[in-house]
């Protein structure tokens, strides 16, 4: 085998769904499932985007709240790659969130989900997880991945984390690898030196942090699986 590059580790959490529905529920933090039974009760529905006026207009909420958030958003034909799907969260008729993941044989990938922050009280984000799992159990999928876990996090990353350790999955590290030398002392150090994450974040124009560690777990879908 060849040499591959200069390497650097990332990681991602990874929730098994092969034991039954009630036993994976079990294992998801008690706010979480307490969460999920309010969505349910509220009346969420779970359904795959049927029209590109769908996928506009989530994308419009998606590039919303994660600019808000200081997260660096895609074009929306990023998405539209195979086996990306759309999944839409809707009330009554209407749309309030939605999430994007990759179908692979053996699981499903997070890749972004986002949801109208005015409509937290609903639990979006609890809803949007736990019928992505349960959908991806029907497709006889063994796992879903994340979408990643920032290793030394901070900022708002600190809350996305928090979220999903909540969800009953496994840290996993795993190597990337690149030819240029420079692309990964850069990963290196801004994961571990707060200074240079500091410009690193002023020069991606990202907000300082505003909210509580509590009110980013509530509204703060997964950021794209990224390197920096």
């Known amino acids: 085998m060849g040499w591959k590059g200069f390497k650097d580790v990332q990681a991602t959490i990874l929730v098994d769904i092969t034991p039954t529905s009630e036993e994976i529920l079990s294992k998801v933090d008690r706010s979480r499932r307490k969460n999920i039974k309010k969505a349910i009760e509220s009346g969420l529905r779970f359904e795959e985007a049927k029209s590109e006026e769908e996928w506009v207009e989530w994308y419009n909420i998606y590039k919303k709240v994660w600019r808000e958030g200081g997260i660096e958003y895609k074009k929306l034909e990023f998405f539209k790659k195979p086996n990306w799907n759309l999944f839409l969260v809707k009330l009554n008729e209407k749309m309030v969130g939605g999430g994007v993941f990759e179908e692979l044989e053996d699981r499903i990938i997070f890749k972004a989900y986002a949801s109208l922050i005015e409509y937290q009280q609903y639990r979006i984000n609890d809803f949007l997880y736990w019928s992505s799992f349960l959908y991806a159990k029907s497709k006889e999928k063994k796992k879903v991945d994340l979408g990643g876990w920032q290793i030394n996090a901070q900022g708002h990353l600190t809350g996305i984390n928090s979220f999903k350790e909540k969800w009953g999955g496994d840290i996993v590290y795993y190597n990337v690898y690149s030819k240029n030398p ?19 974040d002023r020069i991606k124009g990202r907000p300082f942090p505003k909210k509580s560690k509590s009110e980013q777990e509530n509204n703060s879908g997964p950021e794209l699986q990224k390197n920096s």
Do not use: C, D, H, T
């Not at 990964?184 to 994450?197: D, E, S, V």
């Open 182 to 200: 420079l692309y990964i002392l850069g990963r290196k150090a801004i994961r571990n030196f707060a200074f240079i994450r500091w410009i690193w």
